[in-house]
């Protein structure tokens, strides 16, 4: 009983940080100024927190700069992407006819 009295008071007390707090932290560490364990005592964080941080900022700057490239397409383009198909389908479909006919008069 005691220990979850404990747990639940440093839970309580845990020290939150605000995603500028966050960032700012991470940049600090990507400068490269001081160590990461020098930065972390400063700021009384796990390394492993910094490292998890510096992760996940990472990974987001890397997914907004690829969804860049990657942008979905409107809907006016789907639709005129969906008639130039079946204008596309129907084009084939003709010339397959087309060459059936001429194979047939052929003999082929």
Known sequence: MAKN???QIRKATRRRFSAEEKIRIVLEGLRGEIPITELC???AIQPSIYYKWSKAFLDAGKNGLTRDTQRS???PEVRHLKEENEA???A???MVLENQRLKKSLGL
């Open 5 to 7: 009295v404990v747990k």
């Open 88 to 90: 596309l389908k129907q």
């Open 41 to 43: 005592r400063r700021e």
């Open 73 to 75: 397409a409107t809907a």
């Open 92 to 94: 084939v479909a003709e």
